[in-house]
């Protein structure tokens, strides 16, 4: 079965520091891959999207990037962390057309002080 | 953008009580997901309905959606205090597939 993992699940940085969340799904090939973002007490904003290595999308103008090295690995980063940066993040993947649910990751807190 | 926008923002019923929302969307879409949220934790998969279908049950969850109104309904039938959760719709639009585009979430609270 397939199974996604997210980590860390909290995190604390000081403004300026560099940042990287890893997110790995296991059980499947060629996955789409997701990156969301969840402000307190609101809904998730799609980050990033990826259909394949090195195919990344980004959907919203920010102070993050994202990377995917390998089929089943999604990395989110930055180089110098913004207090406004700090959320909710979470990691999901997707199959495809014959399968369109989207499956989520236990999320990571982000704390930027 | 906000695709989908769920109504109400929160509902408190008591346990054995039916709770609804809704979601309403945009531009037509591919299939519209379910998600659960407790606090503080990823997002659980619920149902999907696909855009060619009207009606959807799982358990005690039942699912519809009508494209001509671009919206759909959440219903829990006889629900239990371990439903307090929010609740997400997610939409896959037609001319972005695979694009998932979320509300802001229903808060149920149900008290036993």
């Known amino acids: 079965s397939q199974t996604i993992h997210q980590w860390p699940a909290t995190l604390v940085q000081p403004v300026g520091s560099p940042l990287s969340l890893e997110c790995t799904v296991e059980?499947?090939?060629?996955?789409?891959l997701y990156w969301y973002r969840q402000a307190a007490g609101r809904g998730l904003q799609l980050l990033f999207y990826s259909v394949g290595i090195g195919q990344i999308s980004s959907e919203v103008p920010q102070n993050l990037s994202a990377s995917r090295p390998q089929d089943r690995q999604f990395i989110l980063s930055s180089k110098k962390l913004l207090l406004s940066d700090s959320g909710f993040y979470l990691c999901?993947?997707?199959?495809?057309?014959?399968?369109?649910?989207?499956?989520f990751g236990q999320g990571t807190r982000l704390t930027v002080v | 953008s906000q695709q989908g926008e769920e109504d109400p923002q929160a509902l408190s019923i008591q346990e054995g009580e039916n709770a609804t929302m809704n979601c309403s969307y945009k531009t037509s879409i591919n299939n519209l997901q379910w998600y659960r949220q407790n606090s503080g934790r990823g997002l659980v998969h619920l149902i999907l309905?696909?855009?060619?279908?009207r009606e959807k049950h799982s358990g005690r969850l039942r699912v519809t959606l009508d494209t001509s109104k671009k919206s759909s309904s959440l219903l829990i039938t006889a629900s239990r205090a371990a439903d307090t959760a929010s609740y997400f719709c997610?939409?896959?639009?037609?001319?972005?597939?695979?694009?998932?585009?979320f509300g802001a979430g229903t808060q149920v609270v149900v008290t036993p």
């Open positions: 309905i696909r855009s060619n279908e």
């Open positions: 059980g499947t090939s060629n996955p789409n």
């Open positions: 999901a993947w997707s199959v495809g057309e014959l399968v369109p649910e989207a499956f």
């Open positions: 997610a939409t896959d639009q037609a001319d972005s597939w695979g694009k998932f585009q």
